[in-house]
Every structure is written in structure tokens, then in C-alpha cells.
């Protein structure tokens, strides 16, 4: 087996079908499909048990508790026979006939991850997406490699998203079975906690996958805790009347980025507080308004997730 296909689905999207039966059509004979549901209904998981040609291709993996990106990866790794892995994104649609190319190009290449491109359409325009001084068809490791991976948002070279990557299973099985200690950066490239293993990474101009623009899909973008900050430490020197807005506006930020933490990267609530409360101890937090124990803002961001997944459920199932 060369090649698994894993679709990690956390929440109830109608975008579901439309990934599914474009991994199914890019399954080859050495290729398996693995879908663990994450759903708070199950809806997905229905879907493939009353189809009997889906039955019989896809390996179905229910997840009803720590229901976080973390452990639907970890889960999806650990039942994988393929020596590579490749992650979709509920919200894309596999390019079939580009993927057998680039198991050879990552096996050809030796490299720990292949990354190529996507296809995004505004309305009936297809634009493929734009990295700039990517070195294609050749392997990136050490301190360029670390260069690539520590930069942020829009910049930053290699994503942490989702259809756009091969991996390699042994070294992403080694690093998902990581136990979180609080101390990792915040929320950048390390989602998968991969690079610290890999050694190297690839780049090649192929599609892999195609998406809308206007899906709602998460890319993964996070800035750092002290970005937030800066941008905050000049937002109220400059607007100083607005002060109470500010604080409210910062605190939905922090509140927004501990959630992810959590319920994106996979973090224990253990974790979140080793890592924010010397973070949070600075006075300029205090001083900007927040003041609640953190205790108190990660229990509000784990209400607001519940919310969140309640509401998406009710989106479905009024569609």
C-alpha cells in the first residue's frame, strides 16, 4: 500500500459529498481512503454505510470523544497501511490523475513531505495559488527549511493546511503520538508537531486539489500571541476614546485563539495554561482590560466551540 487518503471531518458540512467522491475517484489500487467521522451526528458516516460501493472503499472511523483535529489525525495514522499520507480537506476536491505522479515524485525525491499547489475558482475562474521562491522539484532541509516553516500567515512557504501535502507515515505517526507539555510555540507551522521530525520537504508545480473561494474553509492562519499584542499596543495609543471597544475586540481574539489551540491544534486545557499564564502575565494585558482568571477565558472558549457546533449542525440540517 503506497498511498492513504484520511478525511478528518470534526463537524456536519455539506461539502462532505463532494470531497468524498473525489478522494473515491482518486483511490487507486494502492491507495485507501479512510474517513473519521468527528460529527456531533454521525451524518457522514451514514452516508457511506448506505451506499454498498462506498461500503466496500472506505474504511470508516467514528470519533465520539476528544473530538479534536488531533485525535481524528492520530486516529486516521494509526489505522493507515500506505507509506504516505495524504490529509483532505472536506472543503476541496482531489485532483485524481496528479496523485499517483506525485507518490513518485516524493518516493523519487526522497523527501519526508512533497508539497504542491491548489486550484481556487472565483465563480468560473480557476487561479492557481502562488508561493513565491519555491525551489520546485528539489528537496528543502536544514536552516532553509526551518526559515520556511517559523514564518507566519500569508508569507509563510510551507501551509499548515490541509490538500496540498504528502507525507511520510512513519516519521507523522511518530510525531502524532507526542504528548502536548504546554511549552510548544503558538500555533504556527508546528500543528502536525511534524517538522520536528522531518528533514526535508519538496515542492512541486501540481495541482493536487481544487476549491472554491468562497467555502468556508479554515486555512489555518495563525499568528503569534505577541503579533495580536502589537497590533493592540498601537490600536489603543491611537485610539484612546475607543478604549472599551478595544478591549472587547482584543478579548474575542485571545478567547478565539485559545479555541484554537484546542479544538484546532489539538492542545489539552493543561497545555493552554502551562503555555499562556507567563504569557498572560505581562501587565500590558491588565492594562488593555483583561482581567478574568485564564481559568475563566478558556472555559469561555470551549463554550464558544459547543456553540459553534451546534450551529453548524442546525446550518445542515436546514439545507
Not at 474504511?59 to 486516521?76: A, I, K, N, S
Request: hydrophobic residues 45%; contains cysteine; positive net charge.
Amino acid at each position: 500500500m503506497r498511498l492513504s487518503i484520511i478525511i478528518p471531518l470534526l463537524s456536519e458540512s455539506v461539502s462532505v459529498e463532494r470531497c468524498l467522491a473525489a478522494a473515491l475517484r482518486a483511490v487507486g489500487p494502492d491507495c485507501e481512503l479512510i474517513l473519521v467521522d468527528g460529527g456531533l451526528s454521525g451524518i457522514a458516516t451514514r452516508m457511506v454505510e448506505r451506499s454498498p460501493e462506498r461500503r466496500d472503499k472506505v474504511v470508516l472511523l467514528r470519533c465520539t470523544e476528544q473530538r479534536r483535529f488531533w485525535t481524528l489525525m492520530r486516529m486516521g495514522v494509526e489505522r493507515a497501511r500506505g507509506r504516505y499520507i495524504l490529509f483532505a480537506s472536506i472543503h476541496e476536491w482531489i485532483e485524481p490523475a496528479n496523485i499517483p505522479l506525485l507518490v513518485v515524485e516524493t518516493e523519487a525525491l526522497g523527501a519526508d513531505a512533497l508539497q504542491a499547489r491548489k486550484m481556487r475558482k472565483i465563480r468560473r475562474l480557476s487561479v492557481k495559488e502562488q508561493q513565491p521562491q519555491l525551489p520546485l522539484h528539489e528537496a528543502v532541509d536544514g536552516d532553509m527549511l526551518r526559515e520556511m516553516a517559523g514564518l507566519s500567515g500569508e508569507e509563510r512557504l510551507i501551509t499548515p493546511c490541509y490538500t496540498d501535502k504528502i507525507w511520510r507515515k512513519d516519521l507523522l505517526a511518530e510525531a502524532l503520538r507526542l504528548d502536548f507539555t504546554g511549552s510548544w510555540g503558538t500555533g504556527e507551522i508546528l500543528n502536525f508537531h511534524y517538522f520536528r521530525f522531518a528533514r526535508s520537504v519538496a515542492f512541486t508545480d501540481t495541482v493536487v486539489a481544487n476549491s472554491r473561494w468562497s467555502a468556508a474553509n479554515n486555512t489555518y492562519s495563525y499568528r503569534r500571541l505577541e503579533d495580536v499584542r502589537r497590533v493592540y499596543e498601537v490600536k489603543m495609543l491611537v485610539m484612546q476614546g475607543a478604549a472599551e471597544g478595544l478591549t472587547l475586540e482584543l478579548r474575542a481574539h485571545l478567547v478565539e485563539y485559545i479555541r484554537c489551540l484546542i479544538f484546532r491544534l489539538g492542545w489539552t486545557r493543561e497545555a493552554v495554561l502551562f503555555y499562556l499564564r507567563p504569557q498572560l502575565a505581562d501587565r500590558f494585558w491588565l492594562n488593555a482590560g483583561i482581567d478574568s482568571p485564564l481559568e475563566d477565558l478558556v472555559d469561555e472558549a470551549m463554550r464558544n466551540h459547543k456553540k459553534n457546533s451546534f450551529k453548524n449542525l442546525l446550518k445542515l440540517l436546514t439545507v
